[in-house]
């Protein structure tokens, strides 16, 4: 199979089910809990908030947040395959559940039913196969709607803002705190970050980002998205930003 036509597979359930039948291993799409573990917890300060994985894969990103103290954290996936596996995997952890389920239709979630939604990758697999556009928007309004008002869809991408904020615009109402990492973390990396985590890089729509980072930063972008309330700012039409000091 060429890189195009498995791309362009990336929203297919058969694709997923293949991989997860072939690799059983588990794998975290850029980077794993504990190198994100400070702005998870910044951004989900109580334990007891219902959590939302959406595109969980075989990833321990869960498992971590479990073992950080999370009690309720909810993960979908598209293939039946990794689903199946996950619940055999973990029969004793209550505090997980694994559901098959498309982000692109979460209609078995009622509206405004978790505190926040963490999304590794999903995303960006969307948009690498066929009506990208349309399938990423109808997957941001299924997240918008399942969060409750003022709930945090954090992001976490390889897109940087110049293409990111726009398809975010396009979908709901959103305030946007941007984050950075380094895409290298390692338990012996030394060097200086780039950025600390849990400080927002100041958002211009993605102008100021190469005088704050540096030209050759090697960075994977994390959006902290809060819904907006529809109730307090349907007068609202466009996405509102966040703008920091450093």
């Known amino acids: 199979m060429s890189m ?14 293949n991989r997860y039948a072939n690799e059983s291993g588990p794998f975290d799409w850029y980077q794993k809990y504990p190198s ?19 595109g969980c894969g075989n990833s321990t990103f869960s498992v971590g947040m479990v073992d950080d103290g999370y009690e309720d954290v909810v993960n979908i996936d598209i293939s039946s ?11 004793n952890r209550p505090q997980l559940k694994y559901i098959r389920m498309d982000a692109r239709d979460m209609s078995s979630f009622q509206t405004g039913s978790f505190h926040a939604v963490v999304d590794k990758g999903t995303l960006d697999s969307i948009l690498c196969g066929n009506n990208s556009r349309q399938n990423a928007k109808q997957m941001l309004d ?19 803002p110049t293409y990111r904020l726009s398809l975010l615009r396009e979908s709901c109402l959103w305030r946007v705190k941007l984050h950075v990492i380094d895409k290298l973390i390692a338990e012996e990396h030394t060097e200086q970050p780039t950025w600390e985590l849990t ?28 819904k907006v309330g529809s ?16």
């Open 81 to 91: 395959v990794v689903i199946e596996a996950m619940q055999k995997k973990y029969p």
């Open 36 to 54: 994100l573990a400070p702005l998870i917890r910044h951004c989900i300060p109580l334990h007891h908030h219902r959590v939302l994985v959406v």
């Open 231 to 246: 109730n307090s700012f349907t007068s609202l039409k466009r996405i509102s930003f966040c703008h920091h000091k450093v």
């Open 199 to 226: 400080n927002p890089v100041p958002l211009e729509d993605g102008s100021s980002l190469e005088e704050v980072l540096g030209k050759h930063r090697d960075v994977h972008y994390i959006y902290v998205c809060t």
């Open 142 to 160: 299924e997240v918008w709607r399942v969060l409750k008002d003022k709930g945090v869809y954090i992001l976490i991408t390889y897109g940087s």
């Open 4 to 17: 195009g036509t498995s791309t362009q597979a990336y929203g297919e359930p058969w694709y997923w089910d």
